[in-house]
């Protein structure tokens, strides 16, 4: 990925993305950034509409600012891992995507073209965007299918590190995601150089692997076929519509390796490490064989906007000879704390603040439990490359995760007792592959209410055996239940243990509630919290 040499990029008016002729039949999109025939098949039934006058209501007074238009290509393509070179799909022809850069009060409109044989979609992680355009195909739009478009147009209000994915199937453990960074116009932080960091487990395209047939083999193998009563979910996106090219297991690599994590634990996670052994870690597309680099100047403040697009792994992330300023966790400031490795699990960012030293060092992404590693070098000086199997000390020093994060100021949740109070619990296992909520696979018609204006708080009790990085669309919580939490939209809940998170219903809509573990939400620990009219 190139990095932007200093923190003021400036902009065209017009970003291209991942090259490629929109297709003819795109859909026409209307004044307020619907398009014909986006809508999903559901009636909402008592709840808002994702495209509804309190929908509009609420993007209104959010404002409009410069339109910044961005041509985006989904499509099967090579990727070049650095050495293994593999087929998947992806936005345009590399790994990660093209970043999207915008500045806050901008007005994004993106025109995703879909050339996969199968339906897509685009989710904007971490942004606080109108309901219909967060990307969720049967809640909050159709899918967008073979062949055509659809522009996602909305208000960008919130600076900082975000990123895009599909909400259709097992598409995001491909290589469909890229960051979204929203520049802040007064900026507050000083440094000089930006360092956008994606990290990734990979499998697609390796001895035939894919995705779905990864899903398809944890079900088989742990029984989930038939007795967790899930099996009758392969190949389908989330309206429930069978996914056209999506392949049998046999034909998708079922004959190939094994891909399930035997034996992997991590302390620190509670337990299992997570359900997938993957053959490659990457940062910014490329393996610890042949690491992407990034140069600076020895004493220069760089900025790190790390992201975790990983499909089921926590990564524990250091700097070999440098110290790590926390800044900001899911776009949100907080108080700044110091610390040697920060550990991020699937949908979690962090920005970070280092004073480059001279020399050259390893930037690691250690796989949290699962004995591998992801690699890039940061290059200030003459050097040698570190090894791919190098693991600085930093790995094992000051580790920081979230609940130690106080939020800045300026964005702490003012103390409100909560008025309205919804218990998720976590359930499911290995042995029938049966992860859900409340013992409920995803169904968009079951929704829990709120209303607008309320402080809500969600208590998420985990009674699983694994970890879940659980992920609230449309809104930001704070973490603890309380104005000293970190401000965050994704965080972890261990198992056996009870996360408390409280956040003020200003964002009208259909808004999904899910584990971001990919194989997890796909096998139906997805649910969602509706605004009552």
């Known amino acids: 990925m190139s ?15 991942a090259g490629g002729t929109l297709l003819a039949a795109c859909s026409s999109g209307s004044m307020d950034g619907t398009a014909h ?9 008592g709840f808002v509409d994702p495209a509804g006058p309190e929908v509009a209501a609420a993007e209104a007074r959010r404002g409009s600012g410069p339109v910044r238009d961005v041509r985006l290509t989904a499509t099967a393509a090579p990727l070049d891992l650095g050495g293994p070179t593999v087929r998947s799909w992806a936005y345009g022809d590399r790994l990660p995507g093209q970043e999207v850069r915008v500045t806050a009060g901008d007005t994004l409109a993106l025109t995703l ?40 147009k909305f208000a960008v209000t919130r600076p900082g590190t975000y990123w895009f994915h599909p909400h259709s199937g097992v598409q995001q453990d491909r290589g469909l995601y890229a960051p979204l960074i929203v520049e802040d116009p007064k900026e507050p932080l000083a440094y000089d150089r930006e360092w956008v960091v994606v990290l990734d487990d990979w499998v697609d395209g390796v001895d035939g692997s894919t995705p779905d047939a990864v899903l398809a083999e944890l079900r088989a193998g742990m029984g989930g076929g038939s007795g967790g009563g899930m099996g009758d979910m392969a190949g389908m996106d989330h309206s429930g ?35 997938v052994a993957y053959p490659y870690y ?8 042949a690491p992407s680099s990034f140069t600076a100047k020895p004493g220069e403040r760089i900025r790190l906007r790390i992201v975790n697009a990983g499909g089921d792994t926590a990564f524990r992330v250091a700097l070999g000879g440098h110290e790590l300023t926390v800044t900001h966790t899911d776009g949100f400031p907080v108080r700044r704390t110091t610390t040697d490795a920060l550990l991020l699990g699937m949908g979690e960012r962090y920005d970070v603040l280092v004073t480059a030293g001279d020399g050259v060092f390893p930037l690691v992404a250690e796989a949290e439990g699962k004995k591998a590693a992801a690699l890039a070098v940061l290059r200030t000086g003459a050097g040698s490359a570190p090894d791919a199997s190098v693991r600085p ?103 056996g243990r009870t996360l408390t998170v409280d956040f003020d219903a200003d964002n009208p809509g259909l808004w999904m509630v899910h584990c971001h573990n990919v194989y997890h939400s796909e096998a139906g620990m997805m649910t969602v919290l509706g605004y009552r009219k």
């Open 393 to 495: 000390k930093e790995l094992a020093g000051r580790l920081l995760t979230a609940d130690r994060l106080s939020p800045d100021a300026s964005v702490a949740l003012p103390p409100k007792a909560p008025d309205r109070t919804v218990k998720l619990t976590l359930t499911g296992g290995m042995a029938k592959y049966d992860w859900a909520f409340d013992k409920q696979p995803y169904r968009p018609d079951q929704r829990h209410p709120v209303r607008a204006g309320e402080r809500v708080r969600l208590v998420f009790a985990n009674t699983t055996s694994m970890w879940h990085p659980v992920h609230l669309h449309g809104h930001t919580f704070a973490l603890a239940g309380g104005a000293a939490g970190a401000r965050k939209d994704t965080a972890l809940v261990l198992p």
């Open 37 to 45: 025939g986006s809508r999903p098949s559901a009636a909402p039934g």
């Open 282 to 289: 990457l940062i910014n597309g490329r393996t610890p064989q």
């Open 241 to 275: 519509h069978d996914m056209p090219g999506t392949a049998s297991p046999s034909a998708t690599g079922r004959g190939g390796p094994s891909r399930m994590l035997m034996a992997a634990t991590s302390p620190l996670l509670g337990g299992d490490a997570g359900d």
């Open 113 to 152: 073209a879909n050339h996969l044989p199968e339906p897509t979609s685009l989710h904007w992680h971490g942004l606080a965007l109108r309901n219909d355009m967060d990307g969720v195909p049967g809640l909050t739009q159709r899918p967008v299918a073979p062949g055509a478009s659809f522009t996602y």
């Open 3 to 17: 990095a932007h040499p200093t923190r003021r990029a400036v902009l065209g008016a017009t970003t291209a993305v």
